[in-house]
């Protein structure tokens, strides 16, 4: 017989607000708490404070976007530049193309094109 197992929901990932991991940093900065400590006291991982603390350095609990967002954030308004000035660029040239197309169109014609006066001597 088989058995039939339970599937498990996964574990909902939790989320602190940014004033308590910056209050359970300055605890550990202050040395009120060890990194363990605090993990053990507020059931996170010392990873996690780790991280926090590293993001205190950076600013990025702060509300404020990081030295790595400030990058990103320059590289897409350069891209969106880019992206600007190229379909520019691909306007102007499908324009030009359909004005060369147009002059080539008009010069192959017989009746309107710029060697209508050939024509003209030998129909004479």
Not at 82 to 99: C, H, N, P, W
């Amino acid at each position: 017989m088989s058995e039939v197992k339970e599937l498990e929901m996964p574990k909902k990932r939790r989320s602190f607000p940014p004033e308590l991991k910056k209050h359970i940093v300055g605890e550990i900065e202050s040395g009120q708490l060890s990194l363990t400590g605090a993990g053990r006291k507020y059931s996170i991982s010392a990873t996690a404070i780790r991280r926090w603390r590293e993001q205190l350095k950076d600013g990025a609990l702060d509300g404020q976007p990081s030295v790595r967002e400030k990058g990103l954030e320059k590289e897409v308004r350069e891209l969106r530049e880019k992206v600007g000035s190229l379909t520019m660029e691909i306007d102007l040239l499908k324009k030009l193309e359909a004005y060369a197309r147009r002059l080539k169109s008009a010069d192959s014609s017989t009746i309107t094109g710029l060697n209508w006066h050939r024509f003209c001597k030998d129909a004479q």
